[in-house]
């Protein structure tokens, strides 16, 4: 069974910086693309940071800069590093195993709730 347990989330001032968490179980992370999404309230998820097998990274324009994706395959876990938060940023962040076809491969978890108070 997959699980995809993100962590991390809170409440931070306009600024200040958050560490995000993805556990992850069922899967073969060490051979997986992953990929950190992000919701705003009344909005669609969009894509915010990828990191290949080989550590390989792209951003967004809208986190390039500030925001730090990284993974560990000893704890098959995938992590954002976000500095210089922006109320803007306040968002549930999601993270995803990339498909062949540049989609979410799998259902998606609970999210970790960020929110940046200006």
């Known amino acids: 069974q997959v699980q995809l347990a993100e962590s991390g989330g809170g409440l931070v001032q306009a600024g200040g910086s958050l560490r995000l968490s993805c556990a992850t179980s069922?899967?073969?992370?060490?051979?997986?693309?992953m990929d950190w999404y992000r919701q705003a309230p009344g909005k669609q998820r969009e894509l915010a940071a990828t990191i290949t097998i080989d550590g390989r990274t792209t951003y967004a324009d809208f986190v390039k800069g500030r925001f730090t994706i990284s993974r560990d395959n000893g704890k098959n876990t995938v992590y954002l590093q976000m500095n210089s938060l922006q109320p803007e940023d306040t968002a549930i962040y999601y993270c995803?195993?990339?498909?062949?076809?540049?989609?979410?491969?799998?259902?998606w978890g609970q999210g970790t709730q960020v929110t940046v108070s200006s």
């Open positions: 069922g899967i073969r992370f060490s051979i997986r693309t």
């Open positions: 995803n195993v990339k498909s062949m076809t540049n989609s979410p491969l799998y259902p």
